[in-house]
């Protein structure tokens, strides 16, 4: 193993801990960590992500444990926030680890049971909805973190997205010309509607870095994929994006940040995009935002209209 190149800068021999691939940067876990948060300090202030508090979806893998114990490192105010989804065997270890290592990081924590929120777990849920399973967790996730991120009156809801997920993504909406997604996606999406503002503070690390977070502070985290996963597609281009960037280092970092830098600029000033018609209103059982799509449609957000759904399939196997 090299040597920690901080330290040699500083004459002091100190065997590297952490080979950092694409920044070709050997270092020690004392300097790792500097590097680490310095780089994450600098994101959340280069997109003006917030200033002290935020709410962090900890779903137990290792990219939002990670931005759990890194942001609360760095001093902002987090509120930690694990969705219990109910799927058997899958949701109990996740809220195991979750829990220990909040507390052995005395990092702030509160559960949410999907179960109380809408009366069935999300194998269940998907059952009703005859929809893809990660599509429904998806539209489930955002709504219970923007509902408990108002409560805790956070500036922002952050999740664990990196560069390799977002480059991906974008390879994946050039190549089949997804214009709306294309205008859109971005490392901020502002508050609108009742929506907190949502942010990516990882977007500057690869999941390697992040690897090597969680190797050095030993974190137990999940591992191995979700029963329900049905996100195959993003896998592909994942790895289509991994062998572009083996033949020409550098290429991710570069596709992502320049698209956000110079291409995305114009895209928002000059391309037309008719954008979906619907309306974002309160929702009039809970207030939370909900989504119509004509001025006849009543106004109910995902989780109230999900538990009308799961009271409805209740009262039919009832009688
Ligand atoms: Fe939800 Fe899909 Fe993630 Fe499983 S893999 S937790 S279903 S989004
Ligand atoms: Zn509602």
Same mark, same amino acid.
């Given at each position: ?6 330290? /040699? ?22 300097h ?25 979806? !900890?779903?137990?893998?290792? =990219? ?12 902002y ?5 694990h969705?219990? %989804? ?26 949410? @049971?999907l179960? =109380? ?8 849920i998907v ?16 709504? %219970?973190?923007?509902?408990?991120a ?11 997205h ?10 994946? &909406? ?6 709306? %997604? ?26 390697? =870095?992040?690897?090597?977070? !969680?190797d ?14 049905t996100?195959?597609?993003? /896998?592909?281009?994942?790895? %289509?994006?991994?062998?572009?960037? /083996? ?5 991710k ?40 799509? &004509?001025? =006849? ?13 799961? @009271? ?6 009832? &009688?």
């Open positions: 193993m090299a040597l920690c190149r901080i330290c /040699k800068e500083k004459k002091i021999i100190t065997k590297a801990d952490v080979y950092l691939k694409h920044y070709r940067l050997p270092l020690c876990k004392k790792f960590k500097e590097w680490f948060l310095k780089r994450l300090k600098g994101t959340i202030e280069k997109f003006d992500m917030f200033k002290e508090s935020v709410a962090v979806g !900890v779903s137990g893998g290792m =990219d939002s444990m990670t931005l759990w114990q890194a942001l609360t490192e760095l001093g105010k987090v509120y930690g926030i969705i219990n %989804l109910g799927i058997p065997g899958a949701s109990e270890k996740a809220y195991e680890k979750v829990s220990k290592f909040a507390e052995e990081k005395g990092l702030d924590l509160h559960v949410v @049971n179960k =109380d929120e809408v009366g069935a777990t999300l194998p269940e059952k009703l909805r005859k929809r893809p399973a990660c599509a429904v967790c998806g539209q489930i996730k955002r709504a %219970l973190l923007n509902k408990y108002k409560r805790f009156n956070v500036e922002a809801v952050a999740t664990g990196h560069l390799d997920d977002e480059a991906a993504t974008l390879l994946a &909406n050039i190549l089949t010309w997804n214009l709306p %997604l294309l205008k859109r996606k971005h490392p901020v999406l502002p508050s609108r509607d009742g929506f907190v503002k949502k942010v990516k503070p990882l977007v500057r690390f690869t999941k390697a =870095d992040i690897k090597a977070w !969680v050095l502070e030993g974190i137990d985290y999940v591992k191995g994929e979700c029963p329900l996963s996100g195959a597609s993003l /896998k592909k281009w994942t790895a %289509l994006l991994e062998e572009i960037e /083996k033949a020409f280092p550098q290429t970092f570069k596709f992502l940040f320049q698209y956000w830098e110079i291409i995305q600029p114009i895209f928002r000033e000059h391309l037309e995009i008719p954008e979906d018609e619907f309306k974002i209103v309160p929702c009039k059982y809970c207030g939370e935002p909900a989504v119509i799509y &004509n001025e =006849d449609e009543e106004p109910i957000c995902t989780i109230c209209k999900l538990r009308e759904l799961v @009271n409805q399939s209740l009262e039919v196997s009832s &009688n």
